[in-house]
């Protein structure tokens, strides 16, 4: 039995590469606006907590929807941050009926005055090609772990 697979190319492969990698590099250089540049007008951005996670619940379900909205969701969550770090480990991309699904680990360290809230866990994106090239059309966020007090995101 023969089966069809769609590939990407090398290009689109390193398109959507750097989106992954240039929303993480704006998040960290604290330039919210420019994290719509990474979704369209129709996206959503969910999270998800492993059930043994404390609070976990707080952060779990749509965040928001829309590049200018999930912007300014994330902003609104980050800025009060003195400073984030976002290490991003293998990124693999599978090609769809619609575009690309990509899995990308990613380490994030949240930090707030003497405190600090860690997490690991796992990017799932579904890439679309647009007019404006290839943007996350819904991102999840599965967080499968961490370390430190929620507060420190949440403000409480």
Do not use: C
Not at 36 to 57: R, V
Not at 140 to 146: A, F, K, R
């Amino acid at each position: 039995m023969t089966q069809n697979i769609k590939q990407i190319d090398a290009r689109d492969e390193a398109e959507i590469r750097s989106v992954i990698q240039r929303y993480s590099e704006a998040l960290d250089g604290r330039n919210f606006e420019r994290l719509a540049d990474a979704y369209t007008d129709t996206a959503t951005l969910e999270n998800t907590f492993e059930s043994y996670i404390p609070g976990g619940d707080a952060f779990t379900g749509v965040l928001a929807r829309g590049a200018n909205e999930i912007a300014k969701a994330v902003g609104n969550l980050m800025g009060p941050l003195d400073a984030t770090q976002h290490f991003l480990g293998a990124i693999l991309l599978d090609p769809t009926g619609d575009g690309v699904r990509t899995q990308t680990q990613v380490i994030a360290h949240h930090h707030r005055g003497g405190g600090f809230y860690h997490t690991g866990g796992t990017y799932i994106d579904d890439f679309v090609r647009t007019e404006n090239g290839w943007r996350t059309n819904r991102r999840l966020l599965h967080t499968s772990w961490t370390m430190g007090e929620p507060s420190v995101v949440t403000g409480d």
